[in-house]
């Protein structure tokens, strides 16, 4: 990786000191300085780099010559504008999630990068998870047989989103799907190719007049439906994920929003068996029922052979945190990589970030309202 390269922060809020602390451990990544409105914000950034410049606007820190890459971590409404200002000064561009509030803005944004050759990617870091990849090795090698069903249930916490934040104004958010729901969108896409929404509903809270804390979208794939919803009401304590996915032979499921945790439950053949171990190394097997004989059962209208019906349990060895840390870090030194060497095959690029926007985009333009 031919570093050096020199990045700017526009939108230093919490997450975006925590990344860019991460991004500058790199040998090679220098910060040159960051903007946000909020000066108290700014000042942040002398925390992590007592060097950092301080700039007045976004458009200072385009026109500065010595910056290469302007990491964008502001509110959704302004992802757009910002990267594309960033574009046509010629500066490289990661921007938070998602990539606009309309999937017509990020093909625009797309097609600018392209002309420019520049890069362009909205960190959906979940790619970067060793347990996404395990998971997709599995699918791949049609371990457990065909897909038939998943879900995603997200129950996050509303604690530090005091009604006047911008999240519940759908207008400078997009709404829970498009804020929120683009990084599961992009996971099961990974997993399971391009999928169509079928229905969709958002609920509104209770004596809050316009506030849509819960949503629920149903998107068809190749063989199976996936439910994914999302509800932003519980106490910071409580907040808890779980993915699901159901095949002819067995069951996964991640547990929070990073997945940290991945059990499967399933029947195998011996070959099977291996290659779980082959992909799965350091996870715990137990047996629960095993046969000398090959067994035969029907599923699906097919035959499913196995000779043992087995439980696993794995997880990453890193905290949650530091799994984080991980992520962004493995995140930005591929597309650095990319950068210096136009035929490096990055796990997510400027595609991932219109794909996982237009599936949130259908889910949000379809919903059913409920009212409370």
């Known amino acids: 990786m031919n570093i050096p390269i020199n990045i700017a922060v526009v939108g230093v ?38 060097s950092a410049i301080l700039f007045s606007s976004l458009e200072e820190i385009c026109s500065d010559p010595t910056v290469d890459l302007v990491y964008i971590a502001t509110p959704p409404f302004l992802h ?27 093909r625009e944004l797309r097609t600018l990068a392209e002309e420019k050759n520049l890069l362009y990617v909205v960190n959906l870091m979940q790619r970067y998870n060793p347990l996404y990849e395990s998971v997709n090795n599995l699918i791949q090698k049609n371990i457990l047989g065909d897909f038939l069903h998943g879900f995603f249930e997200n129950y996050a916490s509303d604690q530090f989103l005091p009604k006047e934040h911008w999240f519940w104004d759908e207008k400078k958010s997009g709404g829970i799907f498009i804020e929120h729901g683009v990084h599961f969108f992009d996971m099961f896409t990974g997993w399971l190719g391009e999928g169509e ?8 809270r209770k004596d809050s007049e316009a ?27 409580m907040d808890r994920q779980e993915m699901r996915l159901l095949f002819e032979k067995g069951e996964i499921t991640l547990y929070e929003w990073v997945p940290t945790e991945l059990k499967i ?7 099977e068996l291996k290659a779980l171990h082959q992909i799965f190394p350091n996870a715990e097997f137990k047996i629960l029922e095993s046969f000398e004989e090959m067994q035969i059962s029907k599923g699906n209208f097919k035959d499913i052979k196995y000779q043992y019906k087995i439980k696993m349990d794995s997880g990453v060895a890193l905290q949650k945190q530091n799994l984080y840390k991980e992520l962004v870090t493995n995140m930005f030194i591929d597309q650095m990589t990319w950068i210096n060497d136009k035929t490096h095959i990055r796990k997510i690029n400027q595609d991932n970030a219109v794909d996982s926007l237009k599936i949130a985009e259908v889910s949000e333009n379809r919903a059913i309202k409920i009212y409370n």
């Not at 790199?26 to 925390?47: A, H, Q, R």
């Not at 200002?85 to 990020?106: D, R, S």
């Not at 929404?197 to 509104?204: C, F």
């Not at 439906?225 to 304590?237: A, E, R, S, W």
Request: glycine share 8%; net charge positive; hydrophobic share 40%.
């Open 13 to 50: 809020g919490g997450f975006a000191c925590f990344a860019t602390a991460e991004f500058i451990k790199i040998p090679g990544v220098i910060l040159v300085g960051g903007y946000d409105e909020n000066e108290k914000n700014l000042l942040k950034l002398k925390e992590i780099d007592q």
């Open 80 to 106: 757009y504008s910002q990267s594309k200002v960033a574009l046509l000064a010629g500066k490289h561009v990661i921007c938070e999630k998602p990539a606009a509030t309309l999937v017509i803005q990020a």
């Open 197 to 204: 929404v079928v229905a969709s509903k958002k609920m509104e």
């Open 211 to 237: 506030i849509w804390s819960r949503v629920q979208s149903v998107v068809k794939y190749d063989k199976g439906l996936v439910n994914f919803y999302h509800g932003f009401d519980q106490p910071k304590i």
């Open 265 to 271: 439950t399933a029947l195998c053949t011996n070959e």
